[in-house]
């Protein structure tokens, strides 16, 4: 039924002249509607052809670019390779040389270690050389001293008033000061000491004129210093014998060791001769007695002259001392004298001795030290051994 009136609809519309107007108004209508869709899909073909026209062109460009980076990352990478190939060379001869420069240090090396276990052995020899030297010379002392029908004058007893043995009361307050000095020696070292001045005095010219227990005490208060360098000053040194004995004894074992000895080599007290040996007391007798216990020429130093004279004073000034024993003018003037202008010349923590202290036949000695004590100084008065004061400065 619908089929039907739409067809009789149609034919109306065909037929009637009114139709064909609208029609061709209808048909006019809708070219011009598919003209302007024909005209803006062209427009939008176009922008979208410009679009993709610029998509191409910076895909192109983008890709150029990609590939000059591209180049630019292998010829890199290839610079690279050709550097740690360069480097990888360089590392391995490097390499080689050192393993080679090891390898000759060890041989210098292990060269060196032979000659010092040499140096070792042949100076352990020599040690145990001047070991046996020394008790071969105090052996042959000892078998001296039993052939000599007067033992006593090499003792001391027939030739001074300064005995040559060492008494157990002596040996014990020897130990005493030993321990108070912190060097823990025994009995036994205190009479090798004991022996060992005999034995020096026996091998010199002239005397030591001091007890053996003061020479003792001195090398013990010597040896308590320490020290890898060691300067010592002496005023008055008649023979020398103290010098050679704190060589023997203390010094030969101090690789600085240095002594500076003043002596106007003028006689004993006014006399020409020394009245227990009747022998000259002169520079050449100290300085055989040096050479005698082997000192060395650049281990010690001679200055005749007085200890006031100026340019003896300027000398010494060259230096300070660890240890400074006053033993020369023993007037109270002379002992003043000495105190004051070396006594400055002593280190800090050194030593400074006085001997004779106490002696009855040196009143000006005891008189200017017993006035020194009650003074305030740079020392402190350690103690007093025997006819020996002893002062360390602070």
């Not at 609208?22 to 006019?28: E, H, K, T």
């Not at 990478?77 to 080679?100: H, P």
């Not at 002594?259 to 001769?273: E, N, R």
């Not at 001997?355 to 020392?379: C, K, N």
């Amino acid at each position: 039924m619908a089929a039907s009136l739409l067809i009789v609809l149609g034919y109306l519309l065909v037929a009637s002249p009114v139709a064909n107007r609208i029609l061709g108004i209808a048909g006019a209508v809708l070219l011009a509607v598919l003209l302007k869709v024909v005209f803006e899909l062209s427009s939008q073909l176009s922008r979208v052809e410009r679009v993709a026209s610029r998509m191409a062109s910076q895909l192109v460009e983008s890709s150029t670019r990609f590939g000059a980076e591209l180049s630019t990352t292998i010829e890199l990478q290839q610079q690279l390779r050709v550097i740690l190939e360069q480097t990888q060379g360089e590392l391995q001869q490097r390499t080689a040389s050192l393993e080679s420069e090891f390898s000759d240090s060890r041989e210098r090396f292990s060269r060196a270690e032979k000659q010092i276990q040499s140096l070792i052995g042949q100076t352990q020899t020599r040690i145990e050389s001047v070991e046996k030297t020394a008790v071969n010379r105090d052996a042959a002392v000892e078998r001296h001293e039993g052939l000599v029908p007067d033992v006593g004058m090499l003792m001391g007893s027939r030739f001074q008033s300064l005995p040559r043995s060492l008494g157990s009361d002596q040996r014990g307050e020897l130990l005493e000061w030993a321990n108070d000095l912190a060097l823990g020696v025994e009995s036994e070292s205190i009479d090798y000491l004991a022996r060992k001045l005999v034995s020096v005095e026996a091998l010199c010219k002239g005397r030591l004129a001091a007890s053996t227990a003061d020479g003792v005490f001195r090398a013990l208060v010597a040896r308590s210093l320490g020290l890898e360098r060691t300067n010592v000053l002496e005023i008055g040194v008649l023979f020398g014998l103290n010098a050679a004995f704190l060589w023997d004894t203390v010094g030969f074992t101090v690789p600085g060791w240095h002594q500076t000895l003043i002596d106007p080599f003028t006689g004993y007290y006014g006399k020409a001769l020394d009245r227990f040996t009747g022998l000259p007391v002169t520079r050449d007798i100290t300085e055989s007695n040096l050479n005698r216990v082997g000192a060395p020429p650049d281990t010690w130093r001679i200055l005749e002259g007085y200890s006031t004279d100026e340019w003896v004073l300027q000398s010494v000034s060259d230096r300070s001392y660890d240890l400074v024993f006053v033993d020369g003018d023993h007037s109270y003037e002379g002992v003043s004298f000495d105190m004051n202008n070396y006594g400055p010349l002593v280190k800090s923590q050194g030593i400074l001795m006085v001997d004779d202290y106490g002696a009855q036949f040196w009143p000006g000695v005891t008189e200017y030290v017993d006035e020194f004590l009650t003074r305030e100084s740079d020392f402190d008065h350690v103690g007093t051994y025997n006819h020996t004061a002893i002062f360390r400065r602070r």
